[in-house]
């Protein structure tokens, strides 16, 4: 059996390479101070084709929407709110439903020179999908997902633990360009756990 499997993660909005090649505003960086709000938000894409031995191809599409909206009670720390929608497209996801993420924490900003570090624990559940057993048996036979896409799609709900850090380079005082990665650890009602690390992670933080 034969499985493609690849992952696009898209950011909602696009800057020009040359903008973030430096920060405008000099020394002054990011509108930052109590009562500050930021937003960010990702759109990523999973596609996975699969080919038994001598049958036909079956490829589906996960894709997920992940808005953020945080708020700085210091000039250090923002409490995080962040949720999660995971759709399954395509034949090899037939009878399978939405599921959803909804996590909580907070994240600790420190400031060097013209751009920032970051870094910060959240707490959330996940609600699986909906899924027949004919689906739920396609899940498991599909080895070429991933540990954090598989508990997605699992049949009991899940406690997930989110580490997200990075460095944020300043575009204008409102707006950053953010490199990161995010680690995440699901343990579901069987005491199963998944570890799933994100490198690469690319997107925008907001500031207003």
Known sequence: MKYFHLSLLLVTLLVPAAASA???FGNKGLYIKPGTFTVTGTVSAEYINVTPEGGDSTSGMFLTFAPSLGYFVSE????LVSMAATVPTGDLFDNLSTSWLIAAGAVYYHRINDFYIYAGLLAGYIKPGDS????????KNTKALGDLTSSLQ???SQTAIIV????LFPITSSLAFDVGLRV?????????????????????????
């Not at 027949?132 to 899940?139: F, G, R």
């Not at 997200?164 to 460095?167: H, I, R, T």
């Not at 995440?184 to 207003?208: H, K, P, R, S």
């Open 22 to 24: 430096q920060n405008p």
């Open 76 to 79: 250090n720390v923002s409490i």
């Open 132 to 139: 027949t057993a004919e689906a739920s048996t396609t899940m």
């Open 154 to 156: 699992s049949e009991s």
């Open 164 to 167: 997200p850090a990075g460095l």
């Open 184 to 208: 995440f650890y699901v343990i579901d009602e069987d005491d199963n756990a998944y570890l799933d690390v994100a490198l690469g992670w690319f997107g925008l933080q907001a500031f207003f």
